[in-house]
């Protein structure tokens, strides 16, 4: 599945298509508020616990140095969990990693530049690799253009229907502007 999942991330973001997409793409566009309001993930038990995923509240910023600061909030197990992860420019484009946190890719897929933003992910964690695609928006409720957007680059990256999932508000750990501190 993950030689699979490659190949078709090779067809779609070929060399070519890179350099246009990216190159059209000011990370400072990216920044702020958003919540994760859909999910594709290749992740192992994924599919068995996505009903129970809740929008999660992510907040972007930029560092000195170019880097990409993501603050996220997300429920787990009866608390809201924050993290921090600072992504490093890869020397592609605007592409961002951080190996040592697990984050081997990080890149915006598709946006409108306003109120969604399509997010690539290629993830490893605790020997397991996989990737994701999740719906940035900046509201709790995407427009319908934001879902075809996320479910087209979903499809068209090999996940199935199983593997996608619309998130459930919790308001006990997303809030306006940003993520809740605990």
Known sequence: MRAVLVALLALVLGPGAQAAWLGRLDPKQLLGSWYIVAVASGERGFAVEKATKNIEGVVVTLTPENHLKVLSSRHRLERCHLGVVELLRQN???????PALGVLQYRVLGTNFRDFAVVFSQLEQQDEAFSTVELYSRTQRASPEAMSRFTRWS????????????????????????????
């Open 155 to 182: 499809q068209g990256l090999g996940f199935l229907a199983q593997q996608q999932a619309q998130l459930q508000a919790d308001v006990s750990t997303v809030a306006p502007g940003g993520p809740r501190p605990p």
């Open 92 to 98: 592609s484009a605007w592409v961002f990693q951080n």
